[in-house]
C-alpha cells in the first residue's frame, strides 16, 4: 500500500469538499426550481371538505350548509396555505363572514384573491364579485390571513373562493 503524503491529503480534501458543494448545490437549485414551476401550473382541487386538521391550523369555521366543497392544501417553506371553495345560501353568507373575521363592510367589488390562478379561479365575464382579505384575530399564535372572493351573481346562492395562508 502506498501512503499518501501532506499534499495528496490536500487533494483529497479538495476534491471531496468539491464534490459535497455540488451535490449540495445541485439539490437546492432543483427544490428551488420545483417550486417555482408548481407555482406557475394550475393545481387540482380536492372534492369535499378538508380533513378537520386542515380546517383546525387555518382557525376556520366551514359553514354547515355548504355545497360543492372543494379544496387544496398547499404547504410552502415558511407558510402553510389552504384554498378552499364553496356555495352558501346567500342568506348563511353574513355568518361566515363575522365567524371566520372577515369584515363584510370592507369587501369592494371585483374579484381580487391572490394566487387565485394558480387553482385555475378567475373572474368570469358577466359575473358579480366582492372580494376582502383578514387577518384573524383568534388565541393562535400568529393568526392566518384570509383573502375572500364571492361570486354574488345568483340572488339565492354565493360562490366563496378563499385562500388561507398560515405560520
Known amino acids: 500500500m502506498s501512503e499518501v503524503t501532506g499534499d495528496g491529503r490536500f487533494f483529497l480534501r479538495r476534491v471531496a469538499f468539491s464534490l459535497v458543494a455540488v451535490a449540495t448545490l445541485s439539490v437546492v437549485v432543483s427544490c428551488?426550481?420545483?417550486?417555482e414551476n408548481s407555482r406557475a401550473e394550475p393545481r387540482e382541487m380536492r372534492r369535499g371538505e378538508p380533513p378537520r386538521e386542515l380546517v383546525r391550523t387555518h382557525d376556520l369555521r366551514l359553514p354547515r350548509h355548504a355545497?360543492?366543497?372543494?379544496?387544496?392544501?398547499?404547504?410552502?417553506?415558511?407558510?402553510h396555505g389552504m384554498f378552499l371553495t364553496f356555495r352558501l345560501p346567500r342568506k348563511d353568507v353574513p355568518g361566515f363572514l363575522r365567524k371566520n373575521r372577515i369584515p363584510e363592510e370592507e369587501l369592494r367589488p371585483g374579484f381580487h384573491v391572490t394566487e387565485a390562478e394558480r387553482v385555475g379561479w378567475r373572474a368570469?365575464?358577466?359575473?358579480k364579485y366582492r372580494s376582502g382579505a383578514s387577518s384573524g384575530v383568534s388565541g393562535t399564535p400568529v393568526p392566518p390571513t384570509y383573502r375572500v372572493g364571492l361570486d354574488v351573481t345568483d340572488p339565492s346562492w354565493t360562490t366563496v373562493y378563499l385562500v388561507s395562508v398560515t405560520d
Open 32 to 35: 428551488g426550481g420545483a417550486e
Open 67 to 79: 355545497t360543492r366543497v372543494s379544496y387544496l392544501e398547499d404547504d410552502g417553506w415558511s407558510s
Open 124 to 127: 368570469r365575464p358577466g359575473r
